[in-house]
């Protein structure tokens, strides 16, 4: 599944959140005062900083590092669990959140323990998780003293003590899983766990900068989590990205992640050494070297000069102190983030499947509190925005409620969740000058995935129709007049030809009928197709004209005068293989009524 995301560029990636006992000190010029830290562990009373509690809906993509699909996955929040798909998709409805914290988790065999905590936006929120492997970097044994290395320059100095999941002091063989972060790496925002949102020493809210992160797990010989024993440290190393050693404190604190409650939590030091920062731990989890920082939770809703929202848009923000971060819009053209408090940042809007150059650039800020900006982005370039909007039904041609749909375009697209009433909208920034793109529509609790279908936009609002996500059907014809009920016939009902040569226009045709005799319903769809391998957009045909190219429906819709119909087909496969066209458009018929008229063929070959 493709996603529009811009990859991150700055050498530190950031994330904030807000103190409310700010001041003006700069953060870098304190890190000699920060002292080392004994045991410290969630504040209960650190919740307060949440805000309300409320509910949101949100989808999860979870992938490994390869960018696969990773199906079967576990996603959490609070009491709501849901399974991935085999796109690796999960929709959370009405999940238990906070105001300004929400925490996901998500598990699979294989895989470390992943997460990621959000700034909920009022509409849909959409996550994506890049799971790492639960793979070994090295096997020592309880007693001996051990350094296991990743075997680019991240290590941990092991003394030998350990402890299961119950406190039991542990004897045996001890697997030792290493994943460093590099904050340089594009994937890091996808990988790490949490957000870069914490609580320090003293209890307090902070946003965090971090120049690096070590995930340390340790596994028995029966596979069994262990950790080390009540007393005993471990010493990390984690490595530092040559661009980020210049600007880099001497000391810095130490933060661990807590897998409970989704926050980083102040605990200990680290002190540059050469190239890296070693420090010493207490215990096991995701370790964090970090500068804190005070902010605010902004929420930024993006639209056009016409009003519209800017959906699966991807915007970065950037802070002459702390560097860049990035987001995706939601359907409402929202996206909320922890942002640096007292200082004037950098906003710039893109469209990577349309190039690299931002879209548009404007400043925000300074922000005292939290707050939600509305931004209306003139677009420059050769882009414009897109909507598309249809339904999605089931084999018997009943609405689905519980699903989504994923646009493929160019080298991005963007996924819209189905609505209760079967429906669904999105938005996407496309190019002028490419105006074809794909679909196709996920049934979550039926397990069914409707054909992907090839269209056309039809610039502002393309309308797809009916989805019929049904894999059981091997082939189907579906339309929709007016948006009106779905019509559809299956395989008994359909006949697909196609002539190579036809001897009435001396080139290459194809003819799809179908009939229902129970319902005396039917469709015929004739087409004049341009040379070997035929796809492409076809207009309706002119049949006064033997040499021209197009598609044409009869019989069943009465006249059609004045149509915009539109035809894409997608694929013309040998005898036995598919052949897939959509269409779409207007047309009035003899009284001068308007009709609106959508459809997708999805048939076999019959000769």
């Known amino acids: ?148 290395s990743n075997g680019a320059g991240a290590s941990v100095l092991l003394n030998g003590n350990y402890i299961d999941a119950n406190g039991v002091e542990y004897a045996g063989d001890v697997d030792v899983i290493l994943h460093h972060l590099d904050p340089t790496d594009v994937n890091m925002p996808d990988q790490m766990p949490g957000m870069l949102y914490a609580q320090d020493a003293d209890g307090e809210e902070q946003g965090l900068v971090t120049l690096g992160m070590l995930a340390v797990e340790l596994r028995g010989a029966a596979g069994q989590d262990l950790n080390l024993m009540d007393g005993s440290t471990a010493t990390l190393t984690i490595p530092l990205d040559p661009s980020l050693i210049a600007n880099a404190p ?20 680290a002190t540059l050494q050469g190239a890296a920062y070693v420090g010493e731990v207490s215990h096991f989890s995701f370790w964090n070297c970090d500068i804190p920082t005070d902010a605010n939770v902004i929420c930024l809703v993006l639209s056009d000069e016409d009003g519209n929202p800017l959906a699966n848009t991807t915007i970065t923000i950037t802070s002459a102190t702390f560097g860049t971060t990035s987001g995706t819009t939601n359907i409402d053209g929202e996206v909320c983030g922890y942002m640096p408090s007292g200082e004037v940042l950098e906003l710039n809007v893109y469209n990577d499947t349309c190039g690299d150059s931002s879209l548009f650039n404007t400043n925000i800020g300074p922000f005292s509190s939290d707050e939600t900006v509305a931004i209306t982005v003139i677009l420059t370039g050769d882009v414009i925005t897109e909507t598309i909007v249809g339904t999605l039904s089931d084999c018997l041609g009943a609405l689905i409620s519980n699903g989504y749909a994923v646009v493929d375009y160019l080298d991005g697209g963007a996924t819209a969740v189905i609505g209760t009433d079967g429906s669904f909208e999105l938005s996407i920034i496309r190019c002028t000058d490419a105006i074809e793109f794909s679909i196709k529509g996920i049934d979550i609790d039926g ?19 009916n989805l019929l996500a049904c894999e059981t059907i091997t082939e189907f014809i579906q339309y929709d007049l007016d948006t009106g009920a779905t ?61 021209d190219l197009g598609f044409n429906i009869e019989e069943f819709f009465g006249a059609m005068n004045n149509d915009t119909m539109e035809y894409t087909l997608t694929a013309l496969g040998e005898i036995g293989e598919y052949i897939d066209i959509s269409f779409n458009g207007t047309y009035e018929d003899n009284a001068g009524t308007e009709h609106t008229l959508t459809g997708t063929v999805h048939v076999l070959r019959d000769n």
């Not at 001497?250 to 030091?269: A, H």
């Not at 995935?449 to 797809?464: K, R």
Request: hydrophobic residues 40%; proline residues 4%; glycine residues 8%.
């Open 1 to 148: 599944m493709k996603t529009i995301k811009l990859l991150l560029f700055s050498a530190l990636i950031t994330c904030f959140a807000c103190d409310k006992n700010n001041d003006d000190t700069d953060p870098i010029d304190n890190m000699d005062d920060v002292g080392v830290i004994d045991m410290n562990e969630f504040d209960v009373n650190f919740v307060q900083n949440y805000g309300a509690t409320t509910t949101r809906d949100i989808m999860v993509e979870v992938m490994d590092t390869n960018g696969n699909a990773i199906a079967g996955a576990t996603i959490s929040v609070a009491e709501t669990n849901e399974l991935t798909d085999d796109q690796g998709i999960a929709i959370l409805r009405d999940a238990a959140v906070y105001e300004r914290f929400g925490y996901i988790k998500a598990s699979k065999d294989g895989f470390i323990h992943a997460s990621r905590s959000i700034a909920p936006a009022a509409g849909l929120n959409q996550v994506r998780i890049m799971m790492l492997p639960e793979t070994v970097s090295g096997t020592t044994v309880s007693g001996a003293v051990a350094t296991i």
């Open 250 to 269: 001497v000391t810095l604190p130490l933060w661990y992640f807590d897998e409970v409650n989704g926050v980083w939590i102040e605990e200990g030091e």
């Open 447 to 465: 397990v069914q995935q409707s054909a992907e279908q090839g269209y056309s936009f039809t610039t502002p609002l393309t309308n797809v129709g």
């Open 487 to 547: 019509t559809f016939f299956t395989t008994e009902d359909i006949s697909a030809q196609f002539s190579a040569n036809n001897p009435q226009t001396n080139g290459p045709s194809v003819t799809i009928s179908a009939y229902d005799d129970n319902t005396n319903e039917g469709i015929y769809l004739y087409g004049q197709l341009m040379a070997t391998p035929y796809v492409g957009v076809y207009d309706s045909l002119d049949w006064q004209d033997p040499d």
